[in-house]
């Protein structure tokens, strides 16, 4: 559960500037997450390894 937290606010972070000044589409939003999350996966596999 604590790993949801973190993520959350990590795109929450990561967005609110970005919603705040521009529309994004669906996809762009999409494709925004796939990213973050490839990066979240990355850092905790470093942090296991």
Do not use: G, H, P, W
Request: charged residues 20%.
């Amino acid at each position: 559960m604590n790993r949801i937290a973190q993520f959350t606010l990590i795109i929450a972070l990561s967005f609110s500037q970005n919603i705040l000044s521009s529309d994004l589409s669906v996809a762009d939003v999409e494709n925004k997450i796939s990213v973050k999350q490839s990066e979240y996966d990355n850092y905790n596999s470093s942090l296991e390894a």
